[in-house]
């Protein structure tokens, strides 16, 4: 750092010297809260506003100000004034010294009534606003892609697993649909969490409040806020909306991780079951025959970091005092990391499933192989009258002989299967199919064709009223 600078704090009054030795560049947060600006500058032009309005400052000042911030802005946004961290310790001083720049001595009434521990929460909270609405969404946009591979693949067969052995069949557009339940859940969460966010913390200036008659509700409204923080030491401590934001993130990154581990095993020889378009997909350095899932990998691995994040931010706030300490400055870039991470995998997951190509023959093989119509055998010994505890036995001692014999069940005579059992007729063969399964479980949530299509027709009433919730 260049020693003859001297940076430009708010704050020197009281202090014989500057800032010694790295103090500065340890204790700087610009290069991570210099994302903040636009939220920061609607902030204090929106206090600016209510100081006037108020008689705390005259109109013409404020409108110096709010023109002069309206500059600022401009300048930042095109790129004529960038991060300078030897001069400024976070996006704030950095803000009003530019405003000062501009319009001189009237720039020191803006921060009338307010302390950066309420300026910092407010930009945080609109920020936080803002990425839980894109956020929102990218899930409405991905549960869409969901849908379109599930109305697809409604009726496309596959064996569905438990502890990774094929248990029964459904179809791949039901085990998509699972996805889409999961992420509609996500969608619900984060704007649950939006509503706890949109909170004015404004007015609790330092901790305790400010002596002016401030108008916290006019405040409130031009910022969008649905309420007004009713406690001032709450206002400048509180991070859980910081941990919740996370916390939304970290449920969505579990519900992508679970989605790319099995396009990772789908897409091995071993499975078979879909191909992943080139554009999400990476060779290798040394074996030139490899297509990898790098895409759905690194996602899975991606979701460590995020709760990283979550769990970075439940560490710095325990046991914290009130109100305001310098430790709370470490939220914005867990918060920032969580979200950007959180975003892009949500972006390259969509282009995983809008572009995977299908191998529904495979997919449908896999389904009959493996006994996966057990179950239905004993249930069609249940509908013959025998308890299903017995029809349990049976099926289990059939199964052996076919493991023995090395084929399937449909592979055994009629009269092996009386051999074993007598109230077993000719109608069983229909029973074993996989069509006769799948269409077998035509209960609400079950995955029969027809019952997947209404799932997807409830699924896309709710995505529609979702989306209408965002705009
Ligand atoms: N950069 C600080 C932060 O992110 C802003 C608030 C500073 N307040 C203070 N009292 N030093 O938390």
């Given at each position: ?441 035509d209960l609400s949530g079950g995955t029969a064709p027809d019952r997947v299509e209404s799932a997807l027709a409830a699924a896309r009433r709710r995505l ?8």
């Amino acid at each position: 750092m260049d020693s003859t600078k001297k940076p430009t704090t708010l704050w020197g009054g009281r202090f014989a010297k500057a800032l010694g030795g790295d103090m500065l560049a340890f204790s700087t947060s610009l290069p991570v809260d210099w994302r903040l600006y636009r939220e920061d500058i609607a902030g204090s032009q929106a206090h600016c506003r209510m100081l006037a309005k108020q008689g705390i400052i005259a109109q013409d000042e404020a409108d110096a100000i709010c023109a002069g911030l309206s500059a600022v802005l401009e300048e930042i946004d095109s790129g004529a004034i960038t991060p300078d961290a030897e001069r400024w310790e976070d996006v704030h001083s950095a803000v009003e010294d530019l405003l000062q720049e501009r319009i001189g001595a009237v720039a020191g009434k803006l921060h009338t009534a307010r302390s950066r521990n309420d300026q910092v929460v407010a930009d945080l909270r609109l920020w936080c606003r803002g990425a839980l609405d894109s956020l929102g969404l990218q899930l409405c946009r991905f549960q869409e892609t969901l849908l379109v591979q599930a109305a697809a693949h409604a009726a496309t067969s596959m064996p569905g697993y438990t502890h990774l052995q094929r248990a029964q069949p459904v179809t791949f557009g039901h085990h998509l649909l699972a996805y889409v339940e999961m992420f509609a859940r996500d969608f619900a969460r984060s704007r649950e969490c939006r509503a706890r966010v949109n909170v004015l913390p404004l007015g609790a200036a330092a901790l305790a409040g400010a002596p002016y008659p401030l108008d916290r509700d006019f405040v409130a409204q031009e910022l969008g806020f649905a309420a007004v923080a009713a406690n001032s030491m709450d206002a400048v401590s509180d991070r859980d909306f910081v941990i919740e934001a996370l916390h939304v993130c970290s449920l969505i990154m579990v519900h992508l991780s679970r989605l790319a581990s099995e396009v990772v095993l789908w897409t091995s020889a071993e499975f078979g079951f879909v191909e992943l378009d080139d554009a999400y997909a990476t060779g290798s350095s040394i074996m030139p025959q490899k297509k990898n899932p790098d895409s759905a990998e690194l996602t899975r691995g991606k979701a460590g970091r995020v709760f990283g994040d979550l769990f970075a931010l439940l560490t710095l706030m325990e046991g914290l005092p009130l109100t305001y300490n310098r430790d709370l400055q470490e939220d914005k870039a867990a918060l920032f990391d969580g979200v950007d991470t959180t975003a892009a995998c949500l972006d390259i997951m969509n282009g995983v499933v809008g572009t995977l190509r299908v191998n529904a023959a495979r997919m449908a093989e896999a389904a009959g192989g493996g006994f996966t119509t057990a179950t239905d055998l004993a249930d069609y010994l249940v509908r013959q009258g025998l308890p299903f505890r017995e029809a349990h036995a049976v099926v289990g001692r059939i199964v052996r002989i076919c493991l023995e014999r090395n084929c399937g069940l449909a592979d055994l005579a009629l009269a092996e299967y009386q051999a074993v059992c007598d109230r077993i007729k000719e109608d069983v063969f229909d029973a074993i199919t996989v069509e006769g399964s799948l269409a077998a479980r035509d209960l609400s949530g079950g995955t029969a064709p027809d019952r997947v299509e209404s799932a997807l027709a409830a699924a896309r009433r709710r995505l529609k009223q979702d989306s209408a919730a965002l705009s």
